[in-house]
């Protein structure tokens, strides 16, 4: 079945302490992106890969860092979380090879720092 | 920067009334998509539409693009109560590139379908 996998689903962790969502699909996809979706505020694009070791960032890139070292896979790391980033974080992806694709969404991380 | 504006916000209809959201968004696109999240599910591609004048019909929903007035609408035609979630469209800021790259997502609309 043709889908993208997040892990962990739920977290909850501490302020400082690093922390990777990580992020896999199985369609051969050569692009991928991270959103988190805060309330009133919609879904914000974090980063995109448009294809391996091809990496850019989105709207709100500030305290996240990514990779793209594998075409599957794409790890969204916070390397010393804060508060402020407690949301709801969805991993997309989507193909060159037919235009215009829409993106495929994962079931989302949801992530509270105390 | 690229703006996107949906409207309403949330909306509560009858079930078999006919109602429309709006999109409006602040530059040159001609990529629009549609998408449905159900409450604590991740989003489901509704519609891609490409080009000015595009239009899309899915069971009671229709959507439509017109990048002259930087407009994309979502009609629902005789709501049932399975429609109800939350939809959002976004805006690829890239339209150059094969593939959607910078999106930017509406703040959403959420529909609630009473019986």
């Known amino acids: 079945e043709a889908q993208v996998t997040q892990n962990p689903r739920y977290l909850i962790t501490v302020t400082g302490k690093k922390l990777t969502v990580t992020c896999s699909q199985n369609?051969?996809?050569?692009?991928m992106s991270w959103y988190r979706q805060d309330p009133g505020l919609g879904l914000r694009q974090i980063y995109y890969?448009?294809?391996?070791?091809?990496?850019d960032k989105g709207d709100v890139p500030e305290g996240y860092k990514v990779s793209r070292k594998e075409k599957r896979n794409f790890p969204l790391i916070l390397e010393s979380p804060s508060p402020n980033q407690t949301s709801l974080y969805f991993c997309?992806?989507?193909?060159?090879?037919?235009?215009?694709?829409?993106?495929?969404f994962g079931d989302g991380t949801r992530l509270s720092i105390l | 920067e690229l703006k996107v504006e949906q409207n309403p916000l949330f909306l509560s209809m009858q079930e078999g009334k006919n109602y429309t959201i709006y999109c409006n968004y602040s530059?040159?696109?001609?990529?629009l998509y549609w998408y449905r999240q159900d409450p604590g599910k991740s989003l489901e591609s509704l519609f891609v539409?490409?080009?000015?004048?595009a239009v899309k019909q899915e069971g009671r929903l229709m959507a439509s693009l017109d990048t002259k007035a930087r407009l994309s609408t979502l009609h629902i035609t005789a709501a049932v109560h399975d429609l109800s979630a939350t939809y959002f469209c976004?805006?690829?800021?890239?339209?150059?590139?094969?593939?959607?790259?910078?999106?930017?997502f509406g703040t959403g609309t959420r529909l609630q379908v009473t019986l």
């Open positions: 997309a992806s989507s193909t060159h090879r037919t235009p215009n694709q829409p993106q495929h």
């Open positions: 369609m051969n996809h050569e692009y």
């Open positions: 890969s448009m294809n391996v070791e091809v990496t």
């Open positions: 530059t040159t696109s001609d990529r």
């Open positions: 539409l490409l080009s000015n004048g």
């Open positions: 976004a805006v690829d800021m890239n339209p150059r590139t094969g593939t959607a790259s910078k999106l930017t």
